[in-house]
């Protein structure tokens, strides 16, 4: 396959899903409007750039081929990303993304990116006066604005975003297609979104066993809260978040838990407190305490630790576990964290802990993707072995997801 999404077709990509639906190049060609001779030319485009036989031309018709099936599985949810994107924002075409091109869709994805026209052009081959033109066309198609502008500036409205979402996840669904054929040469990507609970050791762990078995596997680590991450997984800039898990359930989302964590209250080495007894509530409220910020399961947790009694008092309140860790070694301060968190501060005897786990703070580690998300093999290994990292690091059952996740991602 072409080595740019943007380098297809996307009346081509349309038609194949036509030509396996009729079995027919000339059936297929009056459904996306397209001359016989027209679509023939274009399949033996896309069988070119993709680097094998879509189907077999038989006496009784069509046939697709067992790669053909891979590509059409990806090209058929690209579109419906598409149309999902555009739909209820025109009402001047009933299906306004059969108009749209790919030169279209670049020029309005790489505005939205840059967030300036000179800068989008620079971005893609395209003149500034092409992607003006581009956007434009693109509007028209869809009979209203999708973008604000401002001087120089520009951003998407709220029509705008919703397009954006459905163009980026139809080239995941694309690049996808490249990587499971092989065509991408230069390593296949995982981008994932790492709560804070991950960072300290299951997702570095995870990442360094896909680097050893998988050398052409690369990474982009991006993170953030939930808050800052959940957009970017919907939008399909990442496509997993790996961390703590939400207590509720979330229509376009699919948790998937990995194991139990337990907070600790975590201080110095030399603190008072350091050691495998529990102090009284009283003592425990006699020290000052480092807090994560309003309103965070976190801070939740620890403000129902002091329940109908005065708070303890709270000279810092910080959310980055290197500050935290620091501080907690320069003074008798005390906090709530993973065990994870502190571990290697603890190995190394600069932090202890304070008692056993506490009661009642456990929270679910685990994977948060998008329901409508198909891994590719290699990404489909890093979630296997996030799966066996937990498993055997927690000692704690893991969820047979691995063996379902088709089911689970196809659920409505």
């Known amino acids: 396959m072409a080595a740019d999404p943007f380098d297809l077709n996307l009346r081509h990509l349309r038609a194949l899903l036509a030509i396996q639906e009729t079995g027919s190049i000339t059936a297929a060609a009056d459904a996306v409007s397209l001359s016989q001779p027209a679509l023939t030319q274009g399949l033996a485009k896309l069988e070119k750039q993709i680097g094998y036989v879509l189907f077999e031309r038989r006496s009784e018709g069509m046939v697709i081929t067992p790669v053909g099936t891979i590509v059409i599985e990806r090209v058929r949810a690209a579109i419906d990303h598409i149309a999902m994107g555009a739909r209820g924002l025109t009402r001047v075409f009933s299906h306004p993304e059969r108009l749209m091109t790919m030169t279209q869709l670049r020029a309005f994805l790489a505005l939205a990116d840059a967030g300036s026209f000179v800068v989008a052009a620079a971005n893609t081959p395209f003149s500034h006066t092409a992607v003006h033109r581009a956007v434009g066309d693109l509007e028209q198609v869809i009979g ?46 995982i981008a994932f979104g790492a709560l804070p609970l991950s960072r300290p050791f299951l997702a570095p762990t995870a990442m360094g066993r896909l680097a050893q078995e998988q050398p052409l596997a690369r990474f982009e680590v991006i993170e953030g809260s939930w808050r800052e991450l959940v957009e970017p997984l919907r939008d399909g800039r990442v496509d997993l978040i790996v961390g703590a898990l939400r207590a509720f359930d979330i229509t376009d989302l699919h948790q998937i838990p990995l194991y139990e964590d337990r907070l600790v209250i975590a201080c110095g080495s030399r603190h008072p407190l350091a050691g495998p007894l529990m102090p009284d509530l009283d003592t425990l409220a006699s020290y000052p305490w480092i807090v994560p910020p309003a309103n965070t399961p976190l801070r939740l947790i620890w403000e129902r630790m002091f329940e109908g ?14 500050i935290i860790g620091r501080l907690l070694t320069e003074g008798h301060f005390l906090t709530l964290l993973s065990p ?51 498993r055997t690091s927690k000692d704690r059952p893991v969820s047979d997801w691995i063996e379902d996740q088709s089911e689970q991602t196809a659920e409505p």
């Not at 891994?375 to 489909?380: D, F, G, K, L």
């Open 144 to 189: 209203g604005k999708l973008v604000e502008r401002r001087g120089r500036g520009v951003w998407l409205n709220a029509a705008g975003r919703k397009l954006a979402r459905g163009i980026r996840l139809a080239l995941g669904e694309l690049t996808a297609a490249m990587t499971e054929l092989g065509v991408e040469t230069e390593g296949e990507l």
């Open 309 to 322: 009694r005065d708070l303890p008092k709270t000279p810092i309140e910080c959310g980055s576990v290197m």
């Open 340 to 390: 994870d968190q502190v571990a290697l501060q603890i190995r190394l005897g600069l932090l202890a802990r304070v008692g056993p786990p506490l009661d009642d703070s456990s929270r679910m580690i685990g994977i948060t993707t998008r329901r409508s998300w198909r891994p590719t093999a290699m990404q489909r290994r890093f979630l296997e072995l996030l799966g066996e990292i937990a």
